[in-house]
């Protein structure tokens, strides 16, 4: 099956640590995204990479880190710089940057304890 | 500032009526507007998409409009089903100058389709 795998779908962390949330996809997508969504607030942008090896911060970059070594994966790692990391953390693919049709994983809920 | 806003926040009907949603933006230079389902604890599925000169698109029972002077698009479900019990997420896309688009999100429309 194509698609954006996520995981895992739920995780938890403690105050103070990091922690590395998965995103693989098999649509042979060049743009790879990472979205954060809170109730009561539309998605917004953490980071993005339009290509192997690039990526650029989004609206709210603060307290998160990403890599882009294989065009199948984009993890985002949560650092301990994050005030407030308990989220729904949305991934997504689209063709390339300039296509606006993306696709997304089933999310992983993050909840710090 | 880019805005995207959603009307009715949330919304109750009755299995097999019919609803429509609002979505208002001020998203500029405009690319196309798409609609999204996101069932709860899954990612968004896209329903359509509308570009400037389009102002009017279907998939299956739902239907989407454009109104590219007002900034206005709705969508329409006909014949609710249970199924339909999701959050619709308005999203509209801006040209970036220099190529690329920028994805400007609503805060969605909380649906429930009830017996």
């Known amino acids: 099956d194509g698609g954006i795998t996520q995981s895992p779908k739920y995780l938890f962390r403690k105050e103070g640590q990091n922690v590395t949330l998965s995103c693989e996809q098999n649509l042979n997508h060049d743009a790879m995204y990472w979205y954060r969504q809170d109730p009561g607030q539309g998605l917004r942008l953490i980071y993005y990479s339009q290509i192997v090896n690039d990526f650029q911060k989004g609206d709210i970059a603060e307290g998160y880190s990403v890599s882009r070594e294989k065009k199948e994966s984009f993890p985002l790692t949560v650092t301990s710089a994050q005030k407030n990391p308990t989220a729904f953390y949305l991934c997504?693919?689209?063709?390339?940057?300039?296509?606006?049709?993306?696709?997304f994983g089933q999310g992983t809920r993050l909840t710090v304890v | 500032k880019n805005q995207v806003e959603q009307s009715p926040q949330s919304l109750i009907i009755l299995e097999g009526k019919n609803c429509t949603l609002q979505c208002n933006y001020t998203v500029s230079p405009f690319s196309n507007l798409r609609w999204y389902k996101q069932d709860t604890g899954r990612g968004p599925v896209s329903l359509t998409i509308?570009?400037?000169?389009?102002n009017t698109k279907s998939n299956g029972r739902y239907t989407a409009t454009l109104d590219a002077d007002t900034k206005q698009s709705s969508l329409h479900i006909t014949a609710s089903q249970l199924s339909d019990s999701a959050s619709y997420i308005c999203v509209v896309s801006a040209i970036l100058t220099g190529g690329g688009n920028k994805l400007t999100f609503g805060t969605g429309t909380q649906l429930k389709v009830e017996l």
């Open positions: 509308m570009t400037f000169s389009e």
């Open positions: 997504a693919s689209s063709i390339s940057h300039t296509n606006t049709e993306a696709f």
